[in-house]
């Protein structure tokens, strides 16, 4: 049996415990927890046949590094999926799909934000190199706030030829990068769109760069230079999430 992996925080175990609980082995508890929240676990727990335990807090302290917030799940190992994935997925969406792509994203903070951004912005999955990028693990997964449970999480081994693949199903490639002459804002973001976020300071490698149909930046009015990967990104998503709910009014009313 493959190793167990602790997952902590309320919204991530809720989120597992709604959308996948047969990865869920065993929920601990804090002693003395007993609010509505914590109910909310016990009873999505029960549903699912899932064992709840106690434990006290200076125990699930030494189980994981982060504010546990007195609630730590024993869960089957994270899924990250694979290029067929992401192929299924778009054979099976309807409209213009939204994708967001972090090209050398290290951080794992970053890449839970990212993935709690692009979920609420509608995105249908998120790509990461296999190389060089942070991955799912418990700190992404407390970071993204259930997120990581119901986004997909595209790993891949080669991205500039996952992108040219992209391109030939007819998505258009939006990269990011601060000397571009173009706004974010004069960017129609409405069709079959990738939008890509490079690391910070690096900004997207070179090959991936050539891989882009059109760049953007983000205009910058203050003495700062540039934004954190993960606002930046927020900022990128909604712009896009704006354009594409202006343009779905305007048709609905056409009708």
Not at 74 to 93: I, K, Y
Not at 142 to 164: D, F, M, Q, S, W
Request: include cysteine; hydrophobic fraction near 45%.
């Amino acid at each position: 049996m493959s190793q167990l992996e602790k997952i902590y925080g309320i919204h991530a175990v809720e989120a597992l415990l709604r959308h996948h609980p047969k990865r869920v082995k065993q929920v601990w508890l804090a002693e003395g927890r007993s609010d509505p929240r914590v109910q909310t676990l016990i009873a999505l727990a029960d549903e699912s046949r899932v064992a709840v335990g106690n434990a006290e807090r200076r125990e699930m302290d030494v189980w994981v590094e982060g504010v546990h917030q007195g609630v730590v799940a024993d869960v089957s190992p994270s899924q990250v999926w694979g290029e067929a994935m992401l192929n299924e997925l778009l054979d099976r969406t309807e409209g213009a799909p939204l994708i967001l792509v972090l090209d050398g994203v290290t951080d794992p903070h970053n890449l839970g934000a990212c993935l709690r951004t692009a979920d609420a912005a509608g995105a249908l999955a998120v790509i990461v190199p296999k190389d060089k990028s942070a991955t799912l693990t418990p700190t992404v997964r407390k970071v993204a706030c259930g997120a990581a449970e119901v986004i997909p999480l595209v790993a891949v081994t080669n991205l500039a030829a996952t992108l040219k693949k992209l391109q030939q199903r007819g998505l258009w490639i939006v990269g990011t990068a601060g000397e571009a002459e173009q706004e974010l804002y004069e960017q129609d973001l409405t069709g079959p769109t990738i939008l890509i976020m490079g690391a910070e300071g690096k900004g997207m490698r070179r090959l991936t760069r050539e891989h882009c149909d059109y760049l953007v930046r983000l205009p910058m009015a203050g003495s700062v230079s540039s934004l954190n990967v993960s606002v930046a990104t927020g900022v990128c998503l909604f712009e896009a999430l704006r354009q594409r709910s202006v343009k779905a009014k305007t048709s609905s009313k056409k009708k």
